[in-house]
């Protein structure tokens, strides 16, 4: 029997949550997806359903957010806290920003910002390879996201002030046939080759600093577009990016400055406090905005036994942490764990449950009750592609049998 769905005067919000908790219905054609090894634990069978409020209003956080870091007085603040090397100043936007986001009655809460959001290529080949879904609904996707991703890349170069028209482009990881999403660098590589650029994938020692030019190989290397996450450049393997940052001899991006001003775990207790906004004279409309945000907390020997009594409804982050890593619910953390923790660097953050989504198994054989979140890419500001990761556990992964990466459809 096909599904009925609610017809009382709900609100368009609650025709989406109702979507996701009991239509597991399928919407995705695998075989127009790319050849990827990967491609069943890459790509949910299921849509996630959110409404035009909902995305408006992680529009709405996500303009707040970049007034607020865009402001000098804030920058000042944190890059008096941060690594040398990030106050470099440098006039890239970064390039595919990822805002996360976990859904609440109260609305979207941002959880996170990333600098080097992996995925987005794989998000556009995911959106290629759909099937109508219901009547009336729409998937969130970028028609014109190839261009609009070449298009990003030359601004970034016309912005930095450096001579000549962008004619190379390296993408930078350590290991990085080893990464996981290294298809995706290969998806990109070949859609820079397209557009009539030179496009390269290499680790950080494969580059060399010669002369006052970045070069691989033979090869002057004019922008990179950096998914390392040795943020500040620390380690000796990656010396050729840090000289061409400190002397701008190539765009890189995102770069440590990038990665400082908006990405750092600790930024997040700023963002989340009215009062230290109002101290740098934030406009009010830019504060209101944000009080949604999630509230975080570095942790100090001063407050930890608060926190451990407040555990139960707190996520603990390291705060030079990425990618999930040694991050933990409070009401998960042994003693073990936490005196770990109080032996690093951690925020703790008010708790934001993330919604489920009841998503059709992958064999097709009935259906699971996964976690979700949201992930907006952006650049300067503007959304470029947006898709639902669907999984089970503490943290978003790729190992959740009929999880991944998910379409989001506007209900």
């Not at 219901?134 to 170069?157: Q, S």
């Not at 109002?278 to 100090?300: F, H, S, V, Y």
């Amino acid at each position: 029997m096909p599904l009925e769905l609610p017809t009382d005067n709900i609100e368009i919000v609650h025709h989406a949550n109702w979507l996701n908790e009991n239509c597991p219905c399928t919407s995705l054609d695998r075989q127009l997806l790319p050849n990827i090894k990967a491609a069943s634990a890459l790509f949910s069978e299921t849509p996630v359903f959110i409404s035009q409020t909902e995305l408006d209003q992680m529009k709405q956080q996500i303009s707040a957010l970049e007034t607020v870091i865009s402001n000098p007085n804030y920058q000042s603040k944190v890059l008096q806290q941060s690594p040398a090397i990030a106050s470099i100043e440098a006039k890239s936007k970064g390039v595919f920003m990822g805002y996360d986001f976990h859904m609440s009655d109260a609305g979207p809460k941002l959880i996170e910002i990333n600098t080097n959001a992996g995925g987005a290529n794989f998000v556009d080949a995911l959106y290629r390879a759909q099937n109508a879904c219901c009547i009336g609904d729409h998937p969130l996707d970028n028609t014109n996201f190839d261009h609009t991703v070449i298009e990003m890349f030359h601004k970034e170069w016309m912005q930095s002030g450096l001579e000549g028209q962008l004619k190379t482009i390296v993408i930078v990881d350590e290991a990085p046939k080893e990464q996981f999403l290294f298809p995706e660098f290969e998806m990109l590589q070949s859609s820079l080759k397209t557009h009539g650029l030179t496009a390269h994938i290499a680790a950080p020692e494969e580059l060399e600093f010669i002369n006052g030019k970045l070069m691989f190989g033979q090869l002057e290397i004019d922008l990179v577009y950096n998914r390392s996450v040795d943020f500040y450049f620390e380690k000796p393997d990656h010396s050729a990016l840090k000289s061409a940052f400190e002397h701008k001899a190539a765009v890189i991006t995102p770069n440590p400055r990038d990665h400082a001003l908006f990405a750092a775990k600790s930024n997040l207790e700023k963002l989340s406090n009215p009062v230290f906004l109002q101290e740098l004279r934030i406009d009010t409309i830019t504060i209101n905005a944000l009080k949604i945000l999630p509230k975080t907390i570095r942790m100090t020997t001063e407050n930890a036994d608060e926190l451990w009594s407040k555990r139960k409804k707190l996520f603990f982050k390291p705060v030079a942490g990425n990618g999930g890593k040694a991050v933990y619910r409070g009401d998960k953390i042994t003693k073990k764990t936490w005196a770990n923790i109080l032996a690093n660097d951690y925020v703790a953050q008010e708790l934001v449950a993330p919604k489920v989504r009841n998503a059709k198994n992958e064999n097709g054989d009935g259906s699971s009750l996964l976690k979700s979140d949201i992930r907006l890419y952006t650049y300067d500001g503007e959304v470029l592609i947006a898709a639902a990761r669907l999984y089970m556990g503490q943290t978003t992964n790729f190992r959740t049998a009929g999880g991944g990466f998910a379409p989001i459809y506007i209900a």
